[in-house]
C-alpha cells in the first residue's frame, strides 16, 4: 500500500484530511472527501488564496518528488523544531493505516502533525 502525506497539496483526488481551526490547529475530517471540482469550488469560496491556506490534504507520498524526502520525510523534522509536540490523546485520522509520518515516528508524529501547516 502506498504511503499518505497529510500535508499535500490541494491536488484532484487529495483527501480533505482537515481544516485550520482556533489557534492554527487543525480539526481533523477522520473520513474526509476526495477533492472533487465541486468541492475544490466550494472551499475556494470560503478562502482568500490558496486552499492549503486553510484546509489540510492527504495525498500519496511523492518521495524523490519531494523537497522533504531523502529516503525517509524531513518534514517532520522541520516541524519538531517550530512546534510544540505536547498533547493528551492521538488525534483521529481517517490516514493513520498509511500515514508516511506514522509510519516514521508513531505517536511522536501526531503530536505534532496537528499544528502543521502546508502553506502559510
Not at 486553510?54 to 512546534?83: I, M, N, S
Not at 490516514?95 to 502546508?118: F, H, K, L, N
Amino acid at each position: 500500500m502506498k504511503a499518505t502525506c497529510p500535508s499535500g497539496q490541494a491536488a484532484p483526488g487529495a483527501t480533505l484530511l482537515g481544516i485550520m481551526g482556533p489557534g492554527g490547529r487543525v480539526v481533523f475530517t477522520p473520513h474526509g472527501p476526495s477533492l472533487t471540482e465541486d468541492l475544490r469550488t466550494h472551499l475556494e469560496s470560503q478562502v482568500d488564496g490558496p486552499l492549503e491556506t486553510r484546509y489540510r490534504f492527504a495525498t500519496p507520498c511523492a518521495t524523490t518528488g519531494c523537497a522533504f524526502w531523502d529516503g525517509a520525510c524531513r518534514a517532520l523534522d522541520a516541524a519538531h523544531e517550530e512546534y510544540p509536540t505536547a498533547m493528551a490523546a492521538l488525534p483521529e485520522c481517517g490516514i493513520r493505516d498509511t500515514c508516511r509520518w506514522w509510519s516514521q515516528e508513531g505517536p511522536t508524529a501526531c503530536a505534532v502533525c496537528p499544528q502543521v501547516r502546508t502553506r502559510a
